[in-house]
């Protein structure tokens, strides 16, 4: 099998790219002219960034936990996804290391004829609240948010007690309650 040799140039003429006739001349850290021949060679402004940033996790817990003091951070034992390790298992807590915009959510299965009060916290400050009132049924509830973060904020869930058990239910097999967190947008500073 034989190709002939003008296609052989042509498919080269369409993978490698021809120099642009009009050299580009650069002046501090701006353009002087654009090339005249294309649009195709125009630069950003001075220290703008390629690099791409990234953070995720998604965690979970098998074991059930009934609060026994007024505050107690809730430690996951299951890791489905820890981008970078930002989320500390030993401590429940993801530390950002990418200043920008996040989204979390927290999904539990509540106990029968107990309540569930949970907050999602935002370093010490109670960013949203999961709530469920005590039922003669157990159901699912989920809690979602959006946060600005700085880096080094934290990210953690807290169980709270009030006048009644306050609980979460896991049987020690299944995964019932998970925590998200992914950047969305890093911060532009």
């Known amino acids: 099998f034989t190709v002939p040799a003008t296609k052989i140039s042509l498919d080269l003429f369409l993978l490698v790219p021809l120099p642009c006739p009009s050299p580009v001349t650069l002046s501090d850290t701006s353009i002087s002219s654009p090339c005249p021949a294309c649009s195709k060679h125009s630069m950003g402004t001075a220290g703008d960034s390629c690099k ?3 953070a995720a996790f998604s965690v979970g817990r098998k074991k059930a936990l009934h609060s026994s003091e007024g505050f107690q951070v809730l430690i996951f034992d299951t890791v ?3 981008l970078y390790s930002h989320f500390d298992m030993f ?3 993801f530390y950002c290391s990418v200043a920008g915009l996040y989204y979390f959510s927290l999904n539990v299965h509540t106990w029968n004829f107990k309540e569930t009060y949970m907050h999602i ?3 010490e400050e109670e960013a949203v609240i999961l709530y469920a009132q005590p039922s003669d049924r157990s159901i699912m509830q989920s809690q979602s948010l959006m946060l600005e973060l700085q880096e080094n904020d934290e ?3 807290r169980l709270y007690k009030r006048e009644r058990e306050n609980a979460i239910y896991s049987d020690d097999v299944d995964v019932y309650i998970t925590f998200n967190g992914y950047l969305v947008k ?3 500073d």
């Open 186 to 188: 890093p911060s532009l």
């Open 52 to 54: 791409h940033q990234y």
């Open 121 to 123: 916290m935002h370093n």
């Open 80 to 82: 489905f996804v820890n």
């Open 155 to 157: 990210v953690w869930v």
């Open 91 to 93: 401590n429940g807590k």
